[in-house]
């Protein structure tokens, strides 16, 4: 579980909860008709914007915010180094039986063990990166538009509530309830855009970010190791991934 994700939508909840309950009652704030504005509205929308499956697969992506965690580089390019080691003693085949727990990992060794050229391996595990990607930015796509929809959908429920409300003027008993569903729209469908929808979206896109470096380096080791690169300078080639605090740790976990 994604610590960062989860600690930050706690304290906001916590915080938002907190100044309600600070300035008056709970309850006030909780207004059904405004929720179902709101809420039914972006996701009716979102529905009519995307296809069926596609809008139930971006929120299975969307679990990569809380649950997905990436192998870290560091351990990709340590296992590169390794089965470098292995194939430079024992040649390629022997890479064959070795347990490799990354399956894109464990496919790109298994195209070299079969003796692939350079150019189609290459080409193969690209194209598969970039149809993740592809499927990945929709994912992200899909809670910007509902970032956009929600503030939107809580202006329509402020017009609405402001419709009924100025129609039964007459009737002072009646003000009240319209005046609320006219400003908790609004303030439901900043909440959702802001604290969920956006910061949904951009994890996503940081996690989309952080597995495209690691299938980089995979591309990138698997052809050092298919060429019969030197294990130190196949290390070398894959450290310039990261940044230089990680390469220094890196080498100094070695020493």
Do not use: W
């Not at 692939?116 to 499927?135: D, G, P, Q």
């Not at 910061?199 to 970010?209: G, T, W, Y």
């Amino acid at each position: 579980m994604d610590l960062g994700t989860v600690v930050g939508l706690v304290l906001g909840i916590v915080l938002l909860l907190g100044s309600i309950l600070v300035g008056g009652s709970l309850g006030i704030f909780i207004n059904i008709p405004s929720l179902l504005i709101v809420v039914g509205g972006t996701i009716a929308a979102s529905f009519i914007s995307y296809s069926l499956p596609d809008v139930i697969g971006s929120f299975k992506i969307a679990m990569k915010a809380f649950f997905n965690k990436l192998e870290p580089p560091e351990e990709i390019i340590k296992e590169l180094t390794t089965l470098a080691n292995i194939a430079r003693r024992e040649g390629l085949l022997k890479l064959e039986k070795q347990p490799i727990k990354n399956p894109f990992l464990k496919k790109a060794i298994m195209y070299c063990v079969d003796g692939h050229e350079a150019e189609f391996i290459e080409e193969v595990l690209s194209k598969e990166v970039a149809l993740t990607a592809e499927r990945h930015e929709l994912g992200q796509n899909l809670f910007k538009t509902m970032a956009d929809m929600a503030p939107a959908f809580g202006m329509i429920g402020t017009l609405i509530g402001l419709v009924q409300m100025l129609s039964s003027m007459d009737d002072p008993k009646s003000i009240g309830p319209s005046m609320a569903v006219a400003l908790l729209t609004t303030l439901y469908g900043a909440v959702l855009a802001n604290l969920i929808f956006i910061p949904i979206a951009n994890k996503l896109a940081l996690r989309s970010q952080e597995e495209q470096l690691n299938y980089r380096l995979i591309i990138e080791g698997v052809l050092g190791l298919q060429k019969g690169l030197n294990p130190r300078v196949l290390e070398e080639v894959l450290k310039a991934f990261l940044p230089p605090k990680k390469r220094e740790a890196l080498s100094g976990g070695e020493g």
